[in-house]
């Protein structure tokens, strides 16, 4: 099973417990509802900043909602930070530079300096690969437990 069937597996569950209906989904996020079906049927991922919203409301950690953990627990975060922040942060920590990143992950560079400039937030893909490369959740990658 890939990370975008556990997340639709897991948004449906996180609606069923909360009896939550696809309708609150959309007033909550803004979004049509086309793009709640594509996530429930495992088509694709919401944006970075609606995953962000998910986990908030739904107060859980990124990696539960993309199955990289099975522990569900009622969390409260702090506020995410710009993307280039937390990721800088991050590779200072690892002592990992930009240019390390892009030879392990494969990621472009092109890419890399559309998330340092805050010109785009990265795809979960690239979210679930980076926690993976930086061996930290997602929550800590972008901010979130910092």
Same mark, same amino acid.
């Given at each position: 099973m890939d990370n975008k069937s556990y997340f639709g597996e897991r948004l449906k569950e996180l609606m069923v417990v909360n009896n939550i209906k696809v309708i609150e989904i959309k007033n909550i996020l803004g979004t049509d509802v086309s793009n709640i079906y594509k996530w429930l049927n495992n088509v694709s991922y919401p944006s970075y900043k609606n995953i962000l919203s998910l986990a908030d409301y739904f107060s859980c950690s990124l990696d539960f909602l993309v199955g990289k953990t099975e522990n569900y627990e009622k969390l409260t975060?702090?506020?995410?930070?710009?993307? /280039?922040? /937390?990721?800088? @942060? @991050?590779?200072?920590?690892?002592? !990992? /530079?930009?240019?390390?990143?892009?030879? %392990? @992950? %494969? !990621?472009s560079r092109s890419i890399l300096y559309e998330w340092f400039t805050d010109y785009r937030n990265p795809s979960i893909d690239n979210l679930i690969i980076l926690a993976d490369y930086f061996d930290c959740s997602i929550d800590y990658l972008i901010g979130r437990e910092k």
């Open positions: 975060f702090k506020k995410v930070p710009k993307f /280039s922040q /937390s990721l800088r @942060t @991050t590779m200072q920590e690892k002592n !990992i /530079s930009e240019y390390r990143l892009n030879k %392990d @992950t %494969d !990621i």
